[in-house]
């Protein structure tokens, strides 16, 4: 009978507030994404509109990739604060798990000290639990009330912990051991969780290395040697005294365009910041949208860099 009941749970039942909270989030971030798209769009059309009749791309390069930053960095910003959400969700766990225990121990049943629990300070979890227990005050049912902050919680190791704690008020036994139990799967959890970090973070720092390491040849190369060429075109075409033909050694370099080299390798390190920038957050946090913020300060190098050239 009580698996019947597990699997019904598992299976079906209503969606309350979760529903309410999850259509504002997404209509809110579909607002932003239409509004900065816009604002993308625009900014691409007037910076392609300003430089037709420039001969400088830079210009044209640098406010194109201007234009599609502000156009992915605000729904980006909007994913990254709900994703710190939901790690802040499952750093409070072990608090949680924690204070239950010592409640248990002190003679309080598992469903009142988890109601208690939202008098507690657990973060962003607090808000979560007080709609749990005002949920359960307003005579919602405890699988009702389970489900429904199990819908809010959404993370992978919240809504284990909620499942095991629903499971333990239902079936009773030995609840401290149970709840000791599920102490250990979250601190385990979290330490796995936290050496991944860890043994990812040299990769990031490997990302930036890689990204100054081509960004200070590029530079070398275009204020060191392109600038030395562009000083022998000049010498042949003052020694050539109008001829039309150029002998020698360095004939070759005549029709050698220097600024167009500059303009490649200038869009090959904006395409190195953008793409170095995505894989650096996927590697640190796990989320592309969390790299945008890696994104905007290399291209801001690089900008720099080669505006100060």
Known sequence: MKQDNIKKRKTSGPVFHED??????????????????????IIVAVTLQVTATDEDTDMRDVGIVAGILIGVFPISFKMHQHQ??????????????????????????????????????????????????????????????FTNLQLRVQTNLS??????????????????????????????SKNIEKERKSSLQPYVSIIYISFFVFLIIAILLVSQFFTEISNI??????????????????SALVGFDVEQVKSLLFNMALIEAVFGGLAAGKVGTGTFAAGVKHVVILVIVTVIMFTII
């Open 159 to 188: 809504v284990h912990v909620f499942t095991l704690l629903h499971i333990s008020m239902d079936m009773g036994g030995d609840i401290l051991d149970s709840l000791k139990v599920i102490q250990k799967h979250v601190v385990d």
């Open 20 to 41: 309410v909270v999850t259509k504002t989030r997404k209509a809110k971030n579909k607002k932003v994404a239409i509004m900065s798209g816009i604002l993308a769009v």
């Open 233 to 250: 075109q000049e010498d042949m075409m003052k020694n050539s005294r109008g001829s039309s033909t150029q002998s020698g050694v360095f």
């Open 84 to 145: 710190k959400y939901l790690e802040d969700i499952d750093s409070n766990l072990p608090l949680l798990v924690q204070s239950l225990i010592s409640s248990v121990e002190s003679g309080m049943s598992l469903l009142h000290a988890f109601e208690q629990s939202a008098d507690r300070k657990l973060g962003v979890l607090t808000p979560e639990l007080k709609n749990f227990r005002a949920n359960m005050s307003w005579g919602m049912s405890m699988d009702d009330a």
